[in-house]
């Protein structure tokens, strides 16, 4: 599952996603595309994880900034 799947998730959906960021839900959708397609790969834009923190420092939604990053598993 991709950070953004996670997230959009975590946020209640799509449209709440986008109502959250202030943009529409295709905008959100983007996320999930793969770059060849037009989309961010799975990632979230800097400006989009600025505007869920801002949600989330209002009570919104629960989303830290780690939800934003994988957590890497350390090799033995």
Known sequence: MTVAKQVIDKCGGIKRTAELCGQS??????????TSKGGTGGRIPPYA??????AASRGDVDITPDDFFPKMSSAS
């Not at 295709?26 to 999930?32: D, E, L, N």
């Not at 994880?49 to 801002?54: K, S, V």
């Open 25 to 34: 839900e295709s905008w959100v959708y983007r996320w999930t595309y793969p």
């Open 49 to 54: 994880q600025h505007a869920l923190l801002e």
